[in-house]
T-cell receptor
């Protein structure tokens, strides 16, 4: 089974621009979460989507948004980029098995550099 | 405010010896804890987890201990191997929430030398 894929893997943007990152979860996984990893803050939760609905949202400004499509693929968008948005953006998908045990898998991330 | 803390940014251990990675948390509403390992240019990989109703969970060379009264958990790796060199993240889930929303520590870089 293919893992979580994220595109692009690397991205360079300038301040003020916007960016869209894409995540394809593992087949059959309906929950997709996004995290931002920076050296100073570690991994911080951005948002979680389940069946095209945002289920949870972290403490990030409104410049950060996301969505999920009917095939469970997800995108996140950052508008009006700031230097501090430079980070590794990680996507994770999870599934709950019949025993109600949930397992989460992370993608390799998209490295965003804002100049 | 960091609700999950890993106070040691790095740990260096000789191959064959025990590695002990520590994690503290502040919120008693956490009911499930996980450890992830991360290599450069890869996403975190799940290692082992523990429910708050237990105090120990083992999986091969990895054991996680939970001390709820101290709000502290630790990951023991025995014996340590050079391939274990990676960043280890501790994560926690709120009671009633899903694994889709985890609170992570800042990670500990483990280096296992021959």
């Amino acid at each position: 089974k293919a893992g979580v894929t994220q595109t692009p893997r690397y991205l360079i943007k300038t301040r003020g621009q916007q960016v869209t990152l894409s995540c394809s979860p593992i087949s059959g996984h309906r929950s997709v979460s996004w995290y931002q990893q920076t050296p100073g803050q570690g991994l911080q939760f951005l948002f979680e989507y389940f069946s095209e609905t945002q289920r949870n949202k972290g403490n990030f400004p409104g410049r950060f948004s996301g969505r999920q499509f009917s095939n469970s693929r997800s995108e996140m968008n950052v508008s009006t980029l700031e230097l501090g948005d430079s980070a590794l953006y990680l996507c994770a998908s999870s599934v709950r098995d019949r025993g109600l045990r949930e397992t989460q898998y992370f993608g390799p991330g998209t490295r965003l550099l804002v100049l | 405010d960091q609700q999950v803390k890993q106070n040691s940014p790095s740990l260096s251990v000789q191959e064959g010896r025990i590695s002990i990675l520590n994690c503290d948390y502040t919120n008693s509403m956490f009911d499930y804890f996980l450890w992830y390992k991360k290599y450069p240019a890869e996403g975190p990989t799940f290692l082992i987890s523990i429910s708050s109703i237990k105090d120990k969970n083992e999986d091969g060379r990895f054991t996680v201990f939970l001390n709820k009264s101290a709000k502290h958990l630790s990951l023991h790796i025995v014996p340590s191997q050079p391939g274990d060199s990676a960043v280890y993240f501790c994560a926690a889930k709120y009671r009633g929430s899903t694994l889709g929303r985890l609170y992570f520590g800042r990670g500990t870089q483990l280096t296992v030398w021959p």
